[in-house]
């Protein structure tokens, strides 16, 4: 009986370290296809990044890429323009070209994919960044309330500026 626990525990512990070898690529993760993307050419930006460049908003321009919902409940930054990652493609021609763009998401993926989509659509891109990734390095997001679109201005671009307060 001993030699049967034995010869068990032996294949868990080699088990386990067979599934320690695993190259990252080839471990399944929750949420994420069985292909690999490529990596964002996009550059994350750190919250003091971020903070130097909207120092200077009449350089940049923010574009926020969640949904009205998530921007509501988490918070979000001065002022952006929204454009849901899934129109953003569709509304190029409504994205001024004489400003830096800094895109953002929740913890910059999908950030990353638009600021990727504007870089190769001839904007300049100064990167991503994530609202709850800036909140935990120690920056304020305000509270925003989003005006809820007409029934027949669904999909539209929306420029809006935040209340203070959390």
Known sequence: MLKKIATISAIGF?????FARQSPASTHQPNQTQE????SKAKKLTRAEFDALIAHPDRVLLIDVRR???ISSIGGFPVYLSIQIKDLKSHLGEIPKDKLIITVSNHAAR???AA???ADN?????GAIGAQTYETEGG???KIAVPKP??????????VAATEGK
Not at 14 to 18: D, P
Not at 36 to 39: E, K, R, S
Not at 122 to 126: H, K
Not at 150 to 158: L, N, R, S, W
């Open 36 to 39: 690999t993307q490529p990596a």
């Open 14 to 18: 080699l088990s386990t370290i067979a």
């Open 140 to 142: 304020t997001l305000l």
């Open 111 to 113: 950030a990353s994919v």
């Open 150 to 159: 007409a029934a027949e201005q669904t999909g539209t671009t929306h420029a």
């Open 116 to 118: 990727d989509l504007l």
């Open 68 to 70: 009205p919902d998530e």
């Open 122 to 126: 001839g904007f300049e891109v100064a």
